[in-house]
């Protein structure tokens, strides 16, 4: 059950494998090089489909030995990599990430990394490049495929074009998925299986094509046979010219396809198309002998396996430990060199010794390994990251910030993520003579409401209501291109506030511009808040309230913070040097808006705020609400705590009642 050895397609391995470390480690000078992905699920469909082809055609296939092929050859290097990332993970994560870091070693383990991660995937993700486990999503999509594919093969082997038609239906199908979803819903094409298995299904084609043998193969097919005889003469031209188009659509793909790209979609064609020439072009063109079958392409090829599972780990750790910091190039190259240097390691340890010299009592124990590191993942989620590892000092610091956030958010009743109604208590109804307050917009208005609502319980005697979708700016006939339910969503907040007719509405937004990215039209964009700001004024509102930008952050202040506090333990610092604001850490791509915006909405009668007088001065930006919880003032780079919403709404009342 193991086909011939091609040192062509561990060169390939190689240049895909390359393509991903290059990408992760240099996003910005090699923006394609995620497509070193779509390359390996080429590579697998048609290995895969090789073994089962070559065994069932020797009446040789048993699905106990192609099993426990996959799990010599795939769980023992995972399973040292999830071990080590708990293990360092103990010792530098606060308790919510490592918290996060347990499930994604769970489901890491289980093969099931991109399920979990599409489920998770939202307005409030984490940052990607802090999730060291991040990259597991495509061998889950992988070990889904081996699970289904080889039943559905060998059932289909009955019928005399079976396997053929069964691929080509599978990969038509997929195709069509990935084609209909990735303009609607890009995270879920990114990562479902059900829109991906067309790249694997391109190599599985390939190898049933030309290894299912007799009444199987492509040349079984009609008029195959004598397409095939007529090229037959020119058969060495054909695959130089196949070798050469395939690497050139790889490296078409890899200049041409960025993250902001629609993808897989259409796009995904260049690098599998490539991968699949190169392959069907054999081990003796001048590519696959020069380029793909020399020794340092053949070598990196084998040990492109545990260089992928190693890799990412070690860049997202020292961006860990910089606390979301992009590191130099010179720190993420040793990273890099790390990575082979264990990736090496590792095959030559763990890897060759499971592989090539297999027994059922090393299949088992590769299997209750990995199964025994996934329950850990599970243990240290349940214990929510063992908060006890840190001192009381840090508590404020390492709670989960975000889920207190959204819960005082009122997610999924009055701050949506998704095209949903809002529930009824999104409205207060007493006290009926006072005068109502409609809080209107995105996640920067629903970051608000905790500080209203502390208000209006200090007696200021008003109602409050509250419409918030995160992804939705306050604009009438706004089309959000990834939250494509705002138009809907801001139409009921019309109807509402048409039967409301409240005293004043609040607006807030992350941004007003470019809320889809570069491509917005900024003209069209002031034309729509105009024309909201007119709406508003017939709908009989008395007062419109913006409030600007938050200070926003590149590394958040529990990191700052923290890192202080470290210092503090081992030293460095004493207890008065613990900072109370930051200047160094803060964005300053959004240093203007709140002055711009300030001049676009007074221009209409609208009363502006801006946090940024209340959260900084020359000094810099407050980093902790100055309640004396020591609660860091947002929960990511933006997004207000509930103690620093409290604690803006309360300075700036006069502004926001009017009063």
Request: glycine share 8%; charged share 20%; with cysteine.
């Amino acid at each position: 059950m193991r086909p011939a050895y091609r040192s062509d397609i561990d060169g390939l391995r190689a240049i895909a494998v390359l393509l991903v470390v290059a990408f992760h480690a240099f996003p910005a000078s090699i923006r394609g090089g995620f497509i070193g992905v779509d390359v390996f699920f080429v590579i697998s469909g048609f290995l895969i489909t090789s073994i089962i082809c070559q065994a069932r055609r020797a009446d040789d296939f048993s699905y106990r030995v192609f099993y426990a092929r996959r799990i010599n050859r795939i769980f023992p290097a995972l399973t040292l990599v999830l071990i080590s990332c708990a293990v360092v993970g103990w010792f530098v994560l606060f308790p919510v990430d490592y918290r996060d870091a347990g499930r994604s070693i769970g489901f890491g383990a289980a093969f099931l990394s991109n399920l979990s991660l599409l489920y998770d995937a939202g307005y409030f993700e984490a940052a990607a490049e802090l999730n060291p486990l991040l990259h597991l999503w495509s061998l889950g999509v992988e070990e889904q495929f081996y699970l289904l594919w080889p039943p559905v093969l060998l059932l289909a082997w009955r019928w005399k074009h079976g396997p053929l038609l069964v691929a080509v239906a599978v990969l038509l199908a997929s195709f069509i998925a990935n084609i209909a979803l990735t303009p609607s819903h890009a995270l879920a094409a990114f990562y479902l299986p059900v829109t991906r298995f067309w790249e694997l299904m391109v190599g599985c084609l390939l190898a049933i094509a030309t290894i299912a043998g007799p009444d199987r193969d492509l040349a079984a097919m009609p008029g195959f046979g004598a397409l095939c005889a007529r090229l037959a003469p020119h058969e060495k031209m054909v695959r130089a010219c196949g070798a050469w188009l395939g690497l050139l659509l790889i490296g078409i793909g890899a200049l041409l396809i960025t993250s902001e790209r629609g993808f897989p979609g259409w796009w995904a064609v260049l690098p599998v198309l490539g991968a699949a020439l190169l392959i069907a072009a054999g081990p003796a063109t001048g590519v696959s002998r020069v380029l793909l079958g020399n020794r340092l392409m053949v070598s990196i090829g084998l040990i492109s396996y545990p260089l992928y599972l190693w890799h990412w780990p070690l860049l997202a750790a020292i961006r860990i430990v910089r606390f979301g910091e992009e590191p130099p190039p010179l720190m993420k190259l040793i990273a890099v060199l790390m990575a082979f240097a264990l990736a090496y390691f590792t095959y030559r340890i763990v890897e060759l010794p499971f592989r090539y010299r297999p027994t059922r009592r090393k299949t088992a124990a590769a299997f209750a390994a990995l199964a025994v590191v996934g329950l850990a993942g599970a243990v240290i989620h349940a214990a929510g990251g063992f908060p006890s590892r840190f001192g009381p000092e840090l508590k404020a610091i390492t709670a989960d910030l975000q889920g207190e956030s959204t819960t005082a958010y009122r997610l999924d009743t009055c701050f949506l993520g998704g095209d949903k109604i809002f529930s009824a208590e999104c409205d207060d109804a007493a006290p009926a003579d006072a005068p109502r307050i409609v809080l209107w917009g995105d996640s920067h208005a629903a970051h608000l409401y905790p500080g209203l609502r502390a208000l209006q319980r200090d007696g200021r005697g008003f109602r409050l209501s509250q419409y918030t979708a995160g992804g939705c700016p306050p604009i009438f006939g706004f089309e959000g291109i990834e939250a494509r339910f705002c138009r809907a969503s801001n139409d009921r907040v019309h109807e509402r506030l048409r039967a409301l007719k409240p005293d004043t509405v609040i607006l807030a937004a992350r941004q007003w511009h470019n809320y889809d990215g570069p491509d917005a039209d900024p003209a069209a964009a002031d034309a729509l808040i105009h024309a909201t700001l007119r709406e508003l004024r017939a709908l009989g509102v008395r007062r419109i309230v913006v409030v600007g930008r938050v200070p926003t952050w590149r590394t958040p202040p529990k990191r700052v913070l923290a890192q202080a506090y470290r210092e503090l333990a081992a030293g460095m610092i004493t207890p008065a040097q613990i900072p109370l604001r930051d200047s160094r850490h803060l964005d300053s791509t959004h240093a203007d808006d709140n002055q711009r915006l300030r001049s676009l909405f007074e221009s209409e009668g609208a009363e502006f705020i801006s946090p940024t007088q209340s959260f900084c001065n020359p000094d810099g930006c407050l980093l902790a609400a100055p309640d004396g919880s020591g609660t860091p003032v947002t929960h990511d780079g933006s997004h207000l705590t509930p103690a620093a919403s409290i604690f803006l709404v309360r300075e700036r009342a006069r502004e926001i009642l009017g009063k």
